[in-house]
């Protein structure tokens, strides 16, 4: 007979798991400066907000979930799979960003999954997938002037780009 886990034991669980994470977060904001500076906010002043945040909406599901308790199993083969599924191309783009840099891994990663999961066509896949490593790339280098993590081929487009 296969185990079966009640929904309403995951839902306390996950409750909990994210009050606990949010608990970390605060304590981790706190520790640095988390107010409003001279020049705008602080390193801990947004991560600390929104922990909080997180924290009270933990807090209410944890209500829910114990005063509307929902009977059933919590997933069943079929469901379960599917969200593997989904995880393990995104523990693989974890692995691989060190490597292949962010860029090129989050556009491989969404091109995986427009054409797997999406159903998308090649041409679609390939625009939405590079499109957006297209975008972050703007964002995170050129506006924000943050570098995520590279791979050679994103440190070779930028020799190119410093070149021109």
């Known amino acids: 007979m296969p185990v079966s886990i009640r ?5 306390v669980t996950m409750a909990g798991l994210l009050a606990a994470f949010s608990a970390v977060v605060i304590y981790g904001s706190l520790q640095l400066a988390s107010g409003w500076g001279d020049t705008g906010p602080q390193a801990g002043y947004f991560p600390l907000r929104l922990a909080i945040l997180l924290l009270v909406v933990s807090l209410l599901l944890l209500v829910q979930a114990v005063r509307q308790p929902v009977e059933g199993p919590f997933a069943d083969g079929t469901q379960l799979r599917r969200v593997f599924s989904l995880f393990g191309p995104t523990v693989v783009l974890a692995l691989a960003a060190p490597f292949l840099g962010f860029y090129l891994a989050s556009a491989l990663f969404l091109l995986y999954m427009c054409r797997v999961h999406g159903g998308f066509g090649w ?17 995170f280098e050129l506006w924000f002037g943050v570098p995520l993590a590279r791979g050679p081929l994103e440190d070779w487009l930028d020799t190119l780009r410093t070149a021109a």
């Open 123 to 139: 041409g679609r896949s390939l625009l939405i997938g590079f499109g957006a490593a297209v975008v972050l790339y703007a964002v």
């Open 7 to 11: 929904r309403q034991a995951m839902e």
